[in-house]
């Protein structure tokens, strides 16, 4: 592909900052590059005709990480360590909401609810005898008790197969969509300048610059950061982030349906809510994570065939009618430990990936740490 001096002259030259990915990151960091340097050229590079990663096509969970998660985290982390995540989370959440607005995130606080079955009994016994050292431990973030046994929403919700649950009311639900079509059209207004289809291939830092390495072509900016997640390793092999496909269907409305807010289950493998009056369900990579750490965005009839059968015995044993409306995957980026990754990794090359299954609620920090970081 041959590019004329007029194309390179108005839309590829004098890049300041090019941003690859236009996820919750690449856009929050978007918008904060341009709120400190109003002035400067922010060029983002997507892709996908939508972000093509996770986020637009999660679950829409606003969630921190449910008990036995925190507690899986403490075997393998310090308590410093998991501390400092949590309350990143929920800082993210919080930022999130002031820079989108509840109504534009389309928030709602339903609280959560992890739940047991009597498989999970020894499980289940091990969490609530920490129940209150979990309590204890997250009380300087909320300023309050966080987790509660509520064995009665049992009945409620109208669930099979579930013996205990534990209920989190500080966590709630987001539109996807809504959200990111707000942070598009936020970056939009403040003069980010967008190029959809167009997958970079290479970076190559040359003295001041950086060579950006597109499929017909190549162009050059001041600076880049990297914020493609889950797709980070096909630009910058040395990084310790791999994908993660998270598979999820979506019902259609059901009359009747019962449960309302976010469910964690089997310990946060699978994940479920409702969407109005629809279910949608996710989850499922334990059954193969080696096949499910892969970069291709497809279904596997294993993983779903799963998420068919739980939401017919687990979740809506009453209804015996329910059809799928949409089921769609998406990619994550996860690694050997939940920390994100966000550095300078050389002269005017930087990154901020590995999310690790929690874009949503750290996405938009991690953005704005970014900008500030270069």
């Known amino acids: 592909m041959h590019v004329s001096f007029w194309e390179r002259e108005s839309f590829y030259n004098d890049i300041d900052?090019?941003?690859?990915g236009s996820g919750i990151v690449g856009l929050s960091a978007a918008v904060e590059l341009k709120n400190k340097y109003p002035n400067a050229k922010v060029l983002i590079f997507e892709k996908g005709f939508l972000p093509s990663g996770a986020s637009t096509k999660n679950a829409g969970f606003a969630c921190f990480g449910s008990p036995t998660e925190i507690l899986d985290d403490l075997s393998i982390m310090s308590e410093v360590e998991v501390f400092a995540m949590v309350e990143k989370r929920w800082k993210g959440l919080l930022n999130l909401k002031e820079l989108i607005g509840e109504d534009n995130l389309g928030l709602e606080t339903l609280g959560s609810c992890e739940l047991f079955t009597n498989e999970d009994e020894t499980i289940y016994q091990n969490t609530i005898e920490k129940l209150a050292y979990l309590n204890d431990f997250l009380r300087p973030i909320f300023n309050e008790d966080v987790f509660e046994l509520k064995d009665e929403l049992i009945a409620e919700f109208g669930?099979?197969?579930?013996?205990?649950i534990i209920?989190?009311?500080?966590?709630g639900q987001i539109n996807t969509g809504k959200a990111l079509k707000y942070l598009l059209d936020l970056a939009k207004i403040k003069g980010v300048e967008f190029f959809n289809g167009v997958e970079v291939k290479n970076l190559n830092q040359k003295k001041e610059i950086v060579q950006i390495e597109l499929q017909e072509f190549n162009i050059e900016a001041k600076n880049v950061l990297v914020a493609t997640n889950g797709f980070a390793k096909q630009i910058l092999p040395e990084l310790n982030v791999e994908p993660?496909?998270?598979?999820?269907?979506i019902t259609e409305p059901i009359e009747g349906l019962k449960l309302k807010g976010t469910f964690h289950y089997e310990q946060g493998y699978y994940y479920f809510r409702n969407v109005g009056n629809r279910v949608l369900f996710g989850g499922g990579r334990n059954l193969d994570k080696e096949a499910e750490n892969s970069l291709e965005i497809k279904l596997t009839s294993t993983i779903q065939n799963k998420l068919d059968?739980?939401?017919e015995e687990v979740i809506l044993p009453y209804k015996s009618d329910v059809k799928v409306k949409m089921r769609w995957a998406g990619i994550m980026g996860v690694g050997d430990t939940k920390t994100t990754i966000v550095k300078q990794l050389d002269a005017n090359i930087y990154c901020a990936v590995r999310m690790g299954g929690m874009g949503i609620a750290i996405g938009s920090l991690i953005g704005k740490e970014a900008a500030g970081l270069i």
Do not use: C, M, S, T
């Open 244 to 249: 993660a496909r998270a598979q999820v269907l």
């Open 17 to 20: 900052y090019a941003i690859i």
């Open 309 to 311: 059968q739980l939401l």
């Open 159 to 164: 669930f099979g197969n579930i013996n205990h």
């Open 167 to 171: 209920y989190n009311r500080f966590e």
